[in-house]
Every structure is written in structure tokens, then in C-alpha cells.
């Protein structure tokens, strides 16, 4: 059974600095990698996909990379801002359907 | 386009009382998916359906929620009856994968039903 892992639980940061969200998952027989970000209150948006062949992603200022051997994925946020605070998902597609991790909630402060 | 629609918003209702949770996907999408998320156990799959068929619902929880999706732009989730337990929020997502299925799948979110069980 797939299970993901992210760490940390919170991180609270002062506004421009970089930082490294983390996601490990127990079956590395992935489709491809989803990170999402969630807002208090609201749905899902999709930040960045990862097909199991590629190693890394790069929107705007988040780039996600992708070590399907060894079952780990991290998310770099450059020059943090105060809208950048929300809960972070990663979330796997194995066997069809997608497995999420519990979350990072993000603080970023001004 | 208005992107996953769900209805509705915000539920109270009483123990033993019937819900229904609506959905609408994005138009054109093959695929649409509910999740159920909660503090402890996070998010999880329910049901996903393709094509309107329901291909996996070993995500729901009791014999006492169904799904449906009667069309390609609706779908139901329904308990019956409800327990404090099922206090969650209740997600909708579809995505279009086609022939791609499952490599290139992009999942998007309805803003999600707070379901309250009293």
C-alpha cells in the first residue's frame, strides 16, 4: 500500500527567504507526482505535475524534483512571499489513483 | 471555464438524516473523482468513475454512502444515513486523460462541501 510522507508538518519563515518542502512515498512505482497547494476553506490547485520520467519541474518561482529510486520528492519555493502561506500537498498516482500526504503548512511572514 | 462546481458549500444536518453532495465536473473531462478529507486520516479516495462508469469504490467507507453519475456533467454522493463520523469535507475532482490514461493525469479540485453531522 502506497503510503506519503511530508516533512515538515509547519514551517514558518521570514518573507524572501528560499525554502524546501519535503515528500517521500513507499512505492516508487509511480505514474507521476502532484504538488498541490490548499488555502483555509478551499479546494486544491494543482502547482506542478511530474511524470515518472522526468526529474524536475519549474513554474514561475517552485520548482519540484523528482527521485523516483529513491522515493523522494521536494518542492523549492524561491524568495518567499506572504501569499505563499498555505498547506502544501504532494500527492502520488500508483495503482490508479492518487495518494496524498498529510500536508506542510507554510507560514510566511511579512 | 467555471471549473469543478460543487454544491453545496456548507451542510448541518442531524444524525440518522440523509445527504446528498452534488457535483459538476469541467466539461470534456473523462474522469471524476471524490475525496473525503479529515484531519486524522487526511485526503482519501472514495470512488472515482470514467466515462460515468464507476471503476474502483473500495475508498468508501460504509454501505451507507453510494455514488452515482447519471451524465458526463453530473454526479451525487450520497449518505444515508449520517453519522457524526462522516463530519468532513467532501472533495470533487475530474480530469481529462483519454488515451493517456493512467501516465498524464492532472487532477483539478471543486472547492469542496464541509459536511457537519450532529
Known sequence: KQEVTQIPAALSVPEGENLVLNCSFTDSAIYNLQW???????????????????????????????????????LYIAASQPGDSATYLCAVKSNYKLTFGKGTLLTVNP | ???????????????????TLRCKPISGHDYLFWYRQTMMRGLELLIYFNNN??????????????????????STLKIQPSEPRDSAVYFCASSFAGASWPVYNEQFFGPGTRLTVL
Open chain 1, 36 to 74: 498541490f497547494r490548499q488555502d483555509p476553506g478551499k479546494g486544491l490547485t494543482s502547482l506542478l505535475l511530474i511524470q515518472s520520467s522526468q526529474r524536475e519541474q519549474t513554474s514561475g518561482r517552485l520548482n519540484a524534483s523528482l527521485d523516483k529510486s529513491s522515493g523522494r520528492s521536494t
Open chain 2, 1 to 19: 471555464d467555471a471549473g469543478v462546481i460543487q454544491s453545496p458549500r456548507h451542510e448541518v444536518t442531524e444524525m440518522g438524516q440523509e445527504v
Open chain 2, 53 to 74: 462508469v464507476p471503476i474502483d469504490d473500495s475508498g468508501m467507507p460504509e454501505d451507507r454512502f453510494s455514488a452515482k453519475m447519471p451524465n458526463a456533467s453530473f
